[in-house]
């Protein structure tokens, strides 16, 4: 298991016990979403250099001395040697694990060269850095911001389901028409049965809207095609929440096993101690 995806195991722990008591917006209770000068607020305080600035903050001082100068060279740049810039920005910023500067690179790169590939990118990496984030105001823009690129994506691409599929999450947790999202990953599946990230999107919005049944079924079928600690850690929690010990405990087991994190190690084995009385 590599490094983002512990870091996403972590954060999985910390978090499932506000998960079910998180409605998503519109299924489960009235949300009337932002105002207009609530999103003009947050599009001028979250922007490509002000998330830089503040990211750079958690960061070593001498990897972000580093970004601050590539970032220099990208402002005097112009055409293919800005977007080689920004492709090597990108990718210092994954290598740190950190999305959302990632997310206006590649922003930036499609305003440039409006390829479908940067569009994609540029959703998938805000749609990564929204979740799970605290900070709810920024969690909001970068919502947006995330919907706005998998737009201009599919408009691009109408026929791939990556894109679609990162609409429909987006859709469902930014927007007061979560049922469109829902319909678009229902559309995924149903063009593809076996696609993992439509049916495990589809499976924690099933339990965030305690649809248990729907969300063991979904987070089957994950664990069939590729089994990893986050998707048994989630069919695990559907399984408790209908009374199904044995299952569980075994699929909690089972999260163990792939994890080898000793932080959701524990937390398991707390999990399968309680439920074994």
Known sequence: MNTKQIIVIVIVVALMGGLLARPIKGLVEDNKGASASTTTEASSAFNFQSVSDMTKQSINGSLAQEITALEAKVAAAEGEEKLTLLEELAKKWDDLAKDAPRGFIYEEMAKIS???????????????????????????????????????????????????????????????????????LREVVAKDPKNIQANKTLGLFSLQSRQFDKAIERFKTVVELKPD?????????????????????????????????????????????????
């Open 229 to 277: 600690a986050e998707s048994y850690f989630y069919l695990a929690t559907g399984y408790e929440n209908i009374g199904l010990k044995n299952e569980a405990i075994a699929a909690f087991q089972k999260s163990k096993e792939l994890a080898a994190d000793p932080t959701l190690s524990q937390f398991i084995e707390r999990r399968v101690e309680e439920l074994s009385k």
């Open 114 to 184: 409006p390829k479908f590939e940067y569009w994609l990118k540029a959703g998938d990496a805000f749609r990564s850095a929204y979740t799970n984030l605290q900070d709810t105001a920024m969690a909001t823009e970068l919502n947006r911001l995330a919907i706005q690129s998998y737009e201009q994506a599919t408009a691009l691409d109408a026929n791939n389901l990556d894109a679609k599929t990162g609409l429909g999450a987006a859709m469902v947790t930014g927007t007061n028409n979560p049922m469109a999202g829902i319909a678009l």
